[in-house]
Structures are given as structure tokens and as C-alpha cells.
């Protein structure tokens, strides 16, 4: 007999227009997937677990997540984008071997997992080497979330990869799929991240894009952004080369003209938005009205570490204050008599669980408290003090809670966070890996006076 949960009495949101909200409802996990949502369900022969002081609600998804950077977290605060390019990815990338990037997929896997983030999508272009990705995979198998394991190019150097790279992603993209993925019905999948015109001279782009189509699995690229990257026109650029399509996600899309975004909507295209990162770095505001425009209902990433917090908390906030304030300032600027549509919390935490499982491929198991899915459910406590009282709850995880809540995680039916603390996990260790890394990579650039010292 498969084992059983029983969340017993919770603050339900399940994001199933169906099942909608249920205040005091129960929620019925059996082995790896969700067996009932209702009120007093009547069930016996399982573990209760006293969910009367939480909201309950799907796996947050992080759609967009340069995982192997935790290791150098904090290390670009200040940074603008061209910044980033010279220290991260011409300087530190260069230098990571395996195991830096096994502690940095490790270490943000369990991050993710420690703040309700039950699906992430791990863009890795740090596969300098094969070993270097096969690390990448088992730092996230470790961590034991669901992943989509985004394969990228190397960073060995920013003048072979970057702006203008006439060389083509790996082709050991097909020894991955075979070794790793031969299914795309497990816990980790697989898909391209690609580097897109202006990055590459467009015989590479065709090269990447067939070569992920080939194998069979999605596309990820960035889009738009930035005082160089924005004048590129890429989606134009990929609609030219006729590589527009329903498999692809475009991450940023700050500076797509509007004819753009209608043919990224008219081709079955995805979005993803990194409010906080796109806001410091220049690469321009989230364009999420705009998308929202096109019939474009974007997913929400952290992106990196280096810059930002990692966790959908800070993310979702941040997206829920630009777009309003776009509108509001668009009504002061124009004079308009009447507001426009007002993103709300509701839609902001849809694009945080149910838009992102769909924009990483997995929305047929995750996203949402549906019976049949698989169980990414997460507790978030209400009863502490930044969540009391609790009116409207959906309002209460957007705006009010943060990792401090996230009481109970569960990953295809398996307890990875209890009690507010990561299950089988040695802290001790995660520690040891992570310092280690960061002694050595700061070794390869120069070291800030405010830094702390060496290990």
C-alpha cells in the first residue's frame, strides 16, 4: 500500500478554477501524486497532518534560475548587466570546475526547496566540460526537487560564446538525453537553453534551434534586454529565420516591440519575467502589462543569486508593485479619466504556481491542487506575526509571507521540508561545499575590500 497524507483542516488555494478556494478543507496525498481535495474528507489508514494554521497551496515555480551561481551569491549587488557579463561570465565561469557547479545547483536546488519552490528551471551555461553538467544533473537530483535541467552552452570564454559566437551549442546535448532523459515523464527533464540571435551569428541560432527540435525537447532564451541585447530585435531576427514556436520560452522581453510580442502570442510563444534582477541590472521594467496585452500571461524567475534574493516571495512583490505603478503613472501622464486594469494578487500568484508549471513544460503534473496531479504542495504557517490575521489569503501569501512561513514541502508526494526544516539534509555540509567554492572562485576575480576574508 502506497503511503498517505492527509492535510487536515487548511486554508486551501488550490489554483483550480474548478476546486477553487476552500476555507477549512482537506487535501489527500497518496504515494506521489494529490488523491482528493474537499471539505472533511473521510479518510482513514493515513498520516494526519494538522493543516488549521496554514494556507495550503501548489509548489511555488521558478521558471528561470542560473542555479550554478549560488555559490557566488551576493557577489554582483551593484552590478549592471554589462557588468555581470565581465564579472560573472567572463571571469568566474571560465574558472568553475565540477564541483563548484555541483555546490551551486545543490545548494540553489535546496534553496528553492527551503522557500516552497517545487519546480525550478535550472538554465545552466556553465557546461564547460561534460563532467561539468553531469555535476549540474546530480546536485539537482540530490536536492530532490522537481527540474528542468535547461542545457547551455559553455562559458569558457566571453569572446568564443557571446555576442556575435560563431560556435554551435555542444552536440553532448544527445548523450544527456539519452543517459539522463530518455523519458520527459520524470521528476528532472530537459530542454535547450540557447543563446539567440545577436548572441550568435544566425547559422549557429538555426544550428540550436534544430538541434533541440531534434531531440525533442523545449527552448529557453533570453529576449530584449538590456541597452545592447534590447536592440538586437531578436524575436523579429527568429521570425525571419522561421524558428518562431510553441516550444519556446523568451525570458525578459523588456525591449520587444509590440509587433514582436503579438508574434511570440501568435506562434503559441512563453514568457518569463525577473522583476527585481531586470529593475537593477538595466535590463529595462518587466514588461508584464504589455505581455498581459498581447494575451501573454507570463511566469515569474529569480534569475540570479549574484543580485537577488531567491525566492518567489521577493519576485512576486515586485512584479505586483512595477506593473501597478506603470498604470498609475500612465493614468497621471495621459490624464486618463478612468484606471485601466489592474494586475491583481490573484494573478499574481497564478503566474507564480499555475503559469509557471505550464511555461516549463510539467503544467500536465504540477501547478495546481488538482486530484490526478502529482503532490507539490507546500504549508505556509499563518499564525506567526507577519501573516496575522488572515483575511484574504490569497493576499496573505503575496504580500505578507516570506520563507519564514514555509512550514512543509512536498515534491511528488515526498516530505522534503518539515516542521520548517529541510529533510535529511546536513547543513553543516551544504556549508563546507559552498565556502569551499567560493574560496577558490574568488581567487579568479579581483577581491573587493568589503568582502569577507578568505576561508
Not at 553531469?134 to 536536492?143: F, H, N
Not at 539522463?180 to 545577436?198: I, Q, S, V
Request: glycine letters at 10%; aromatic letters at 6%; proline letters at 6%.
Amino acid at each position: 500500500m502506497s503511503q498517505r497524507t492527509l492535510l487536515r483542516g487548511g486554508l486551501i488555494l488550490s489554483m483550480d478554477p474548478e476546486i477553487g478556494d476552500l476555507h477549512g478543507g482537506d487535501l489527500l496525498i497518496d504515494g506521489d501524486s494529490i488523491a482528493a481535495v474537499g471539505p472533511s474528507l473521510d479518510v482513514s489508514d493515513c498520516e494526519v497532518i494538522d493543516a488549521s494554521s496554514a494556507i495550503v497551496i501548489p509548489g511555488f515555480v521558478d521558471s528561470h534560475r542560473h542555479t550554478w551561481e549560488t555559490v557566488i551569491r551576493g557577489v554582483a549587488p551593484d552590478a549592471t548587466l554589462n557588468d555581470y557579463f565581465d564579472v560573472v561570465l567572463d571571469q568566474l565561469a571560465p574558472a568553475y570546475r565540477p564541483e563548484d557547479v555541483y555546490a551551486g545547483n545543490l545548494l540553489g536546488a535546496l534553496e528553492a526547496v527551503d522557500a516552497g519552490i517545487t519546480t525550478l528551471l535550472d538554465w545552466s551555461h556553465i557546461n564547460n566540460t561534460p563532467d561539468h553538467s553531469d555535476e549540474a544533473i546530480r546536485g539537482l537530483r540530490e536536492a530532490g526537487l522537481r527540474a528542468v535541467y535547461c542545457y547551455g552552452n559553455p562559458n569558457t570564454s566571453l569572446a568564443d560564446w557571446w555576442f556575435g559566437s560563431t560556435l554551435k551549442a555542444p552536440e553532448d546535448i544527445r548523450r544527456i538525453r539519452d543517459q539522463y532523459f530518455p523519458a520527459d515523464d520524470g521528476l528532472l527533464t530537459l530542454a535547450m537553453a540557447a543563446r539567440g540571435p545577436g548572441f550568435c551569428v544566425p547559422e549557429v541560432v538555426r544550428h540550436d534551434w534544430e538541434l533541440a527540435r531534434d531531440i525533442g525537447v523545449p527552448i529557453s532564451v533570453h529576449v530584449g534586454m538590456g541597452t545592447v541585447a534590447g536592440r538586437f530585435r531578436m524575436i523579429e531576427q527568429l521570425d525571419g529565420l522561421g524558428l518562431l514556436g510553441p516550444d519556446t520560452t523568451y525570458i525578459h522581453c523588456n525591449y520587444l516591440t509590440d509587433e514582436e510580442l503579438q508574434r511570440v502570442a501568435d506562434t503559441g510563444g512563453m514568457t518569463s519575467v525577473a522583476p527585481t534582477v531586470e529593475m537593477q541590472m538595466g535590463h529595462g521594467l518587466p514588461p508584464t502589462g504589455r505581455l498581459l496585452a498581447h494575451g501573454l500571461r507570463p511566469s515569474i524567475s529569480v534569475d540570479v543569486v549574484t543580485s537577488a534574493p531567491g525566492d518567489l516571495f521577493t519576485q512576486m512583490r515586485a512584479l505586483f508593485a512595477t506593473e501597478r505603478a506603470l498604470v498609475h503613472d500612465r493614468v497621471w501622464r495621459e490624464e486618463l479619466e478612468e484606471i485601466p486594469p489592474l494586475v491583481g494578487v490573484r494573478d499574481i500568484l497564478e503566474f507564480a504556481t499555475v503559469e509557471g508549471a505550464r511555461v516549463c513544460g510539467v503544467g500536465d503534473r504540477t501547478g495546481s491542487l488538482t486530484p490526478g496531479k502529482k503532490a507539490d504542495v507546500v504549508l505556509l504557517r499563518f499564525d506567526r506575526i507577519n501573516t496575522l490575521p488572515v483575511i484574504d489569503p490569497v493576499a496573505t501569501v503575496v504580500l505578507a509571507a516570506d520563507t519564514s512561513n514555509v512550514d512543509t514541502v512536498f515534491v511528488n508526494g515526498r516530505a522534503v521540508k518539515r516542521d520548517g526544516r529541510l529533510v535529511g539534509v546536513d547543513p553543516g555540509r551544504l556549508r563546507s561545499l559552498a565556502e569551499s567554492s567560493r574560496d577558490y572562485l574568488l581567487t579568479k576575480t579581483a577581491r573587493q575590500p568589503h568582502w569577507v576574508p578568505a576561508g
